[in-house]
C-alpha cells in the first residue's frame, strides 16, 4: 500500500492532543491520506487520537464507553513505520507489538486482575482467545495443573507469567517473554517417600528452584507424592486424601520440558488387592505410626475399628495382656455425664491422651525388655572373664542393678497389665525385636 493511502478516506479527531504536538501530527496525517475531523456527534466515522489511556483520563473513559474508535499518536507512528492501515477494531489501540500474539488467561489469574489483563492485551494490539483453544500462542497463568494449563501443554503453548503483560504495559515496548516464563511447579506442594537421602536433598532443592513448595511431612496441602513404590504409610494416606502419587521421573521431566508435565503417565502401579490391603487401617507397623503427626496418630487409632473410642481402637490392635484396664476409659469417656456442649470434646481429648499413653507404655515395655537382655548376656561375659580374672565385686553390683532393672520393668509391665512372660503379646504387637536405630530413623522420616 502507498505511503499516500495509507489513512485514506479516514476522519481523525486530535483535539485531546496536546497543542505543541498536534500541528505535526495533522501534518501526518495528511500526508498519508487522512484528514482531520471535529464532528463530535460522528462517533462511528472518527478516529480520536489520545496520548494517555488511563482510567483516570476521563475523556479516554467518556469515549471508551461510547464505543468510539480510539488510537494513540504512537499507534498511528507504528502503522506508518510498518506501513499497515489501521486495524479496524472496537477497542482502543494503544501499540501494535502483541498483533501476531494470541493470549489466553488461565484460570489460576486473580478474578480481579483478568478483566485488566484482558483489556491490555487488546490495547497493545493482542488477541484474547479462551484457554481451550489450540490457536493461543501464550498462556497467562500464575501456577500450574489446571485444565487450561493440560490442554495447553498438548499444543505446544508457551506459559507466562502475568506479571509479562504488566510489564510490556508499564514500560509501554515488548519485553522478551521467555523471562517470564511459569515454572513447571508453581503453586505445588510436594513430598517425598521411600527415597535415598541423597534423592530427597535434591528433590527439596530443585522444588524451591522451580516454583513449588517441599513439605518434609505429609498433610492435605500437599498436591504430589514423589515415590518409589505403593507403600508406606505417607502412600496410604496419599491415596486416600487424593493426592497425586507419581515417581521421580515426572519431576525431571517437568524440569527439563519446563513444563508440569501430565501426571496420569507417572503413577505408581498397584494392583487392586494391594490397594485393599494399604488402605486397611489395621495394615500399619510400629515404625509408620511414630512417622503420623500426633493428629493424624489418634486419627488413624479410630479407624482400627471404625469406632469413635480412641481406647477400644487401640485394644482393638494390642493383645489383651497388654490392654489398658477397661475401668479406666469407662471412667474418662462417660458422654452421659456431659454438663456442656464441651464436655464431649474435652472427655475425647482425655481418652486419646490416654491412649497415646498407653502405646508408650507399651513400646517402654519392650525397649526396657531388650535392655534386660542385653544386661543379662554382659552378666554371662563377665562371669565367663571371671574364671580367668577376680571380677566377683563387679558381678555383684551388676546382679544388684539387674534387679532393680527388673523390678522397674515388672512394675511398669504391671500396670499395663502385661506380664513380661508372655511373649505372644509382643508377637502380636511385633514389637519382639527392638533395634534402636529403626527407632532413631522413624522420628527422623
Not at 17 to 35: F, W
Not at 183 to 197: K, Q, W
Not at 225 to 250: D, F, I, S
Not at 376 to 385: F, S
Request: with cysteine.
Amino acid at each position: 500500500m502507498s505511503d499516500t493511502t495509507l489513512f485514506s478516506d479516514i476522519g481523525f479527531n486530535v483535539s485531546a492532543v496536546p497543542t505543541d504536538s498536534a500541528e505535526a501530527l495533522a501534518r501526518l496525517i495528511r500526508a498519508h491520506g487522512g484528514h482531520l475531523s471535529d464532528k463530535s456527534d460522528d462517533i462511528n466515522g472518527t478516529v480520536y487520537v489520545l496520548e494517555s489511556f488511563e482510567q483516570d483520563n476521563g475523556a479516554f473513559s467518556e469515549l471508551v464507553s461510547k464505543n468510539a474508535r480510539v488510537v494513540s499518536s504512537r499507534c498511528l507512528f507504528e502503522s506508518i513505520s510498518l506501513k499497515k492501515p489501521l486495524p479496524n477494531s472496537a477497542f482502543p489501540l494503544y501499540a501494535r507489538f502483541l498483533e501476531d500474539s494470541t493470549i489466553a488467561l488461565d484460570e489460576s489469574v486473580d478474578p480481579a486482575l483478568r478483566a485488566g489483563l484482558a483489556s491490555i492485551t487488546r490495547y497493545l494490539g493482542g488477541t484474547v482467545v479462551d484457554g481451550h483453544e489450540k490457536k493461543a500462542k501464550y498462556l497467562i497463568a500464575d501456577k500450574v495443573g489446571s485444565i487450561s494449563y493440560k490442554l495447553a501443554n498438548q499444543h505446544g503453548t508457551t506459559f507466562v507469567t502475568s506479571v509479562w503483560l504488566r510489564d510490556c504495559w508499564s514500560e509501554k515496548k515488548f519485553r522478551d517473554p521467555q523471562e517470564y516464563i511459569l515454572p513447571p511447579f508453581r503453586g505445588l506442594v510436594i513430598a517425598v517417600t521411600g527415597l535415598s537421602y541423597a534423592t530427597r536433598c535434591e528433590v527439596e532443592r530443585l522444588s524451591t528452584a522451580y516454583g513449588a513448595l517441599y513439605m518434609p511431612n505429609l498433610s492435605r496441602r500437599c498436591t504430589h507424592l514423589l515415590t518409589g513404590a505403593p507403600e508406606g504409610v505417607k502412600y496410604r494416606y496419599a491415596v486416600e486424601w487424593g493426592v497425586h502419587c507419581v515417581t521421580t521421573q515426572w519431576f525431571f521431566d517437568s524440569i527439563n520440558k519446563k513444563a508440569c508435565q501430565d501426571e496420569t503417565k507417572y503413577f505408581v502401579p498397584m494392583s487392586e488387592a494391594a490397594r485393599s490391603a494399604l488402605l486397611h487401617p489395621a495394615n500399619i507397623t510400629r515404625m509408620d505410626i511414630s512417622r503420623l503427626s500426633p493428629a493424624l496418630r489418634r486419627t488413624h487409632l479410630m479407624k482400627l475399628t471404625g469406632a469413635s473410642d480412641p481406647i477400644s481402637n487401640l485394644s482393638a490392635s494390642v493383645h489383651p495382656t497388654l490392654r489398658p484396664p477397661q475401668s479406666r476409659s469407662k471412667k474418662v469417656f462417660n458422654l452421659k455425664t456431659a454438663h456442656g456442649p464441651h464436655d464431649d470434646f474435652k472427655s475425647l481429648s482425655a481418652v486419646s491422651a490416654e491412649s497415646e499413653k498407653g502405646a508408650s507404655k507399651a513400646i517402654d515395655v519392650i525397649r526396657a525388655k531388650a535392655l534386660l537382655g542385653q544386661a543379662e548376656r554382659l552378666i554371662e561375659y563377665y562371669q565367663k572373664l571371671g574364671s580367668e580374672f577376680d571380677l566377683s565385686e563387679f558381678l555383684d553390683q551388676l546382679q544388684d542393678a539387674t534387679k532393680v532393672s527388673t523390678g522397674s520393668v515388672a512394675s511398669l509391665a504391671s500396670s499395663m497389665s502385661a506380664p513380661l512372660s508372655d511373649e505372644s503379646s509382643f508377637e502380636v504387637l511385633k514389637l519382639d525385636e527392638v533395634d534402636e536405630m529403626e527407632l532413631e530413623q522413624a522420628h527422623s522420616i
